[in-house]
């Protein structure tokens, strides 16, 4: 984790340094300035091109000073609560630490509050569900890194709670659940979804089956659960691939966030298209000898052309198997030169 600070008088310099050792005793790694012109090495930009410096970089940004100084300063650079950084303002003397953006998502109010154990502060915590200890969607997406496919809705989500509702989940049978449902949900079943017009949230990998106009809104929360396996021909274009995963996900009804990884054969290691592909989109690509793919347990789509041209009967299901899939959920289709199949890996989520 990487956290930047900033101060801006002699004071505020010291209380920079606490934090600074505070947070690097936790491995953090910490760019530290000051911006003063009585200090000799005082940071030479503007605040707004330290801000600019450090948004992408850093996982959390922290002021040293007035709050108003922070607002301004992050004011431009503000996009939405799920790739803004976290930011904290902490006064010169150490009083208070009060996280003024991301303080869910981003992790500011669990720092701050983590800050404030550490360098006997208080931790000013302004958000609803905090204050009335209600359980928070995006707390609990990010402790279970879960994808929120609709910021809106997750706002609607927790305006509900807030207001004394019950809200509806549904959660698909592949995931093992720890601790308790909270209060604050309801677990409904497959059989009662379309009896349900306040159906709010599903936490799995496929889109479920709306009935159209019914006034249903579903907050999908999507975990990293899908490992594709890939084969294809020799010098298959990334866009040959792309379009053929692409369509499998969409016929099945599969979310391309809940793509983990993607594996294929040894023989494809370097391939351009496939290494293109994965790259394009952050997939984590793995391969496999034939003599490892032989062992995947299962049963699976036999190719004899496949088997004389690589060593093995089938390559897209087996390395799917072989990179963690439990089970496959979509076998072998094939289309221009490309085959692809769709495994789960074992997931879970964490109530407690």
């Given at each position: 984790m990487k956290a930047a600070i900033l101060s801006f008088t002699a004071n505020g310099r010291k209380m920079a340094g606490k934090v600074?050792?505070?947070?690097?005793?936790?491995?953090w790694l910490v760019a530290e300035n000051v911006k003063c012109k009585e200090e000799a090495d005082s940071y030479e930009g503007s605040l707004k091109e330290w801000t600019?410096?450090?948004w992408k970089a850093s996982d959390v940004l922290i002021y040293v000073g007035a709050a108003g100084i922070a607002v301004r300063a992050v004011a431009s650079f503000v996009v939405s609560k799920k790739e803004d950084p976290?930011?904290?303002?902490?006064?010169?003397?150490?009083?208070?630490?009060?996280?003024?953006?991301?303080g869910h998502i981003g992790g500011a109010n669990e720092l701050a509050e983590k800050l404030s154990q550490m360098l006997s502060m208080e931790a000013v915590i302004t958000t609803a569900t905090d204050l009335n200890q209600k359980w928070a969607v995006d707390i609990f997406a990010k402790k279970n890194r879960l994808y929120i496919e609709d910021m809106k809705l997750a706002k609607l989500v927790s305006a509900d709670i807030l207001a004394g509702k019950q809200v509806l989940a549904e959660i698909e049978p592949e995931c093992s659940?720890?601790?308790?449902?909270?209060?604050?949900?309801?677990s409904i079943h497959e059989s009662d979804r379309?009896?349900?017009r306040a159906l709010k949230i599903h936490i799995g990998i496929c889109k479920n089956d709306v009935p159209a106009g019914?006034?249903?809104?579903?907050?999908?929360?999507i975990p990293k659960a899908v490992v594709l396996g890939i084969g294809c021909k020799k010098g298959t274009t990334a866009e040959k691939i792309e379009k053929h995963v692409t369509q499998v996900l969409e016929d099945y009804g599969i979310f391309p966030e809940a793509v983990k990884l993607a594996a294929s054969i040894d023989l494809k290691k370097e391939e351009p298209g496939l290494c293109t592909y994965c790259?394009?989109?952050g997939i984590p690509f793995q391969t496999f000898s034939k003599e490892e793919l032989e062992q995947a347990e299962g049963t699976f789509t036999r190719s004899e052309f496949v088997k004389q041209t690589t060593g093995v009967d089938n390559v897209c299901e087996r390395s799917a198997m072989c990179a963690g899939g439990e089970k496959i959920l979509v076998h072998k289709t094939a289309h221009d030169g490309v085959t692809v199949a769709v495994a789960v890996e074992k997931?879970?989520?964490d109530f407690e």
């Open positions: 600074r050792k505070a947070l690097s005793s936790e491995d600019e410096e450090h976290a930011v904290l303002v902490i006064d010169e003397l150490g009083k208070y630490c009060i996280p003024i953006l991301s659940l720890i601790g308790q449902i909270p209060k604050e949900l309801k379309c009896h349900s019914n006034g249903t809104q579903v907050l999908y929360l790259e394009k989109y997931w879970r989520v």
